[in-house]
């Protein structure tokens, strides 16, 4: 009886045993991880359509949706910025794949990935100046040009064309992340002279479309690469016509507009790095985004070997991140409504993401799967509420005439962090584990922690000591 039980019960419930001494129980042929995580997705799935819904109510929401120039305005940037999000989501799950594919190494690969960081750091800062000297519409284009001959490269084995990629990939990458918010500010507070509260309406929208489209891709390339067979190129090269159509879409639509057109390449990037370090609410903010940013893109590093010993399902995981992403930024909108300011959420993202890097030390040093992945999910509430809050921040203290090119300075210390955690954590030099690379992580969000409260106090000051129609641009009590 006890035997017919046991072979029931073995029928049932059987264990999956994996590395590091890890015991997986299974349900018929589907693992409680594989359940923990569809089961995790539907839930926050119906907490971001929930969240979503309310924040489509918000005042600033209906204010602006009420005014048909601001949804043409706001239409003609998302039509071409979605495009180009949608073609590097495309690219990002296939990028280790495809060079696993051509035969390299995981040291070469890491190296490679380290190219793409170094050149946004030596290459990427001049970007900036060259989109204010020569404008931002002619820069978009050259970045749709470029990043379409960076799908291009991969269509090579040989590793010259597959270093060339990620040189140009950099910079790239630079462009996509100032080049475009540096048209759209211009356009929304110079061309228009829209509200500037509206900035955080299309910055949370912004933040919320970016997790569709994240989801979107990801289900895209998998049809390309795996269910029709063409292998991981195919995600590159179905990136190419979207580049495409965005670069026409800018040339047709896109009015030009520039930053500060007298200053050389040289000058206006050391003009660019003077103002991060002489006025301390730009510098306190380029504190909170560079580290905030290069532990995110650690995480992004090192959450698929975490969690590989589970065989978690990768692609529904990744859909549960974008899923929390989306969560967050209705959650920044939401909260704006409630009278919270922008400065205030960012700092209460960047404690979200301690919390969650204090709890992956805990969790990857005893191999605890399930609560490494609800950390993972809590930082990506807390990404989701990062990004309007600096978009909209950024727009408030970066001089119009410099914006470029200090938001490509505020990436260099990113990139240099990002490179140096993933050098030193796959060769272990310095960092030998995991769970202390994440004590480094909770270490940096700290001093943005810190950071952030500094510069709370220095944009109110600055708030309170200018006059209703000064520039744009707050000064802090010393320099006003």
Not at 112 to 121: I, P, R, T
Not at 360 to 370: A, D
Not at 453 to 480: C, G, H, M, R, W
Request: net charge positive.
């Amino acid at each position: 009886m006890a035997g017919a039980a046991g072979n029931n019960t073995s029928n049932n419930l059987r264990e999956l045993v994996i590395g590091g001494g890890i015991t997986l129980p299974l349900v018929g042929h589907v693992s409680i991880m594989e359940t923990f995580i569809y089961g995790s997705f539907t839930v926050l799935a119906l907490v971001a359509l929930v969240f979503h819904f309310f924040a489509m109510k918000t005042k600033s929401q209906i204010s602006s949706a009420n005014n048909p120039h601001f949804k043409r305005f706001q239409y003609s940037f998302f039509l071409v910025y979605f495009m180009a999000l949608f073609s590097d989501w495309l690219q990002g799950p296939y990028v280790y794949k495809l060079y696993e594919h051509y035969g390299y190494a995981s040291n070469q690969i890491a190296l490679l990935y380290v190219v793409g960081f170094a050149s946004s750091v030596i290459f990427g800062t001049s970007t900036g100046p060259l989109a204010d000297r020569f404008g931002r519409k002619k820069m978009a284009l050259i970045f749709c040009i470029m990043y379409s001959f960076c799908c291009l490269t991969k269509l090579s084995s040989k590793f010259f064309w597959l270093f060339l990629g990620r040189v140009f990939g950099g910079i790239s990458t630079s462009m996509l992340f100032s080049t475009f918010e540096s048209w759209y500010v211009y356009e929304h507070t110079e061309t228009h002279d829209f509200p500037n509260e509206w900035l955080s309406v299309t910055f949370s929208k912004a933040t919320f479309w970016n997790g569709v489209l994240a989801i979107n891709a990801g289900v895209f390339s998998n049809i390309f690469a795996e269910t029709l067979g063409y292998g991981p190129v195919a995600p590159f090269m179905l990136a190419i016509p979207f580049l495409f159509v965005a670069g026409f879409v800018i040339l047709k639509t896109w009015k030009e507009n520039y930053g500060n057109q007298t200053l050389d390449l040289r000058r206006s990037c050391m003009d660019g790095l003077r103002s991060i370090l002489f006025k301390e609410v730009i510098l306190y903010l380029g504190v909170v985004q560079s580290l905030f940013e290069a532990n995110m893109y650690i995480f992004v590093f090192q959450w698929t070997p975490i969690l590989g010993p589970g065989h978690p399902p990768l692609g529904m995981v990744f859909a549960s991140f974008m899923v929390c992403i989306m969560i967050g930024s209705s959650l920044y909108a939401l909260l704006l409504s409630k009278k919270f300011q922008a400065e205030q959420l960012l700092m209460m993202a960047v404690f979200l993401a301690i919390m969650a890097m204090s709890i992956c030390i805990y969790s990857t040093n005893g191999n605890h799967l399930y609560l490494s992945f609800v950390a993972f999910l809590i930082l990506e509430v807390a990404v989701g509420m990062y990004f309007p809050a600096i978009g909209y921040l950024r727009s408030q203290v970066i001089p119009e005439e410099l914006r470029a090119g200090i938001m490509n300075w505020f990436r260099v210390p990113t990139n240099v962090i990002t490179c140096a955690g993933l050098l030193l954590v796959h060769n272990n030099t310095l960092i030998s584990s995991t769970h202390t690379m994440f004590a480094i992580c909770t270490g940096m969000l700290t001093i943005a922690l810190l950071s952030n409260y500094k510069f709370i106090a220095l944009f109110n000051s600055s708030k309170v000591t200018l006059p209703e129609n000064e520039d744009k641009v707050p000064l802090t009590k010393a320099e006003s």
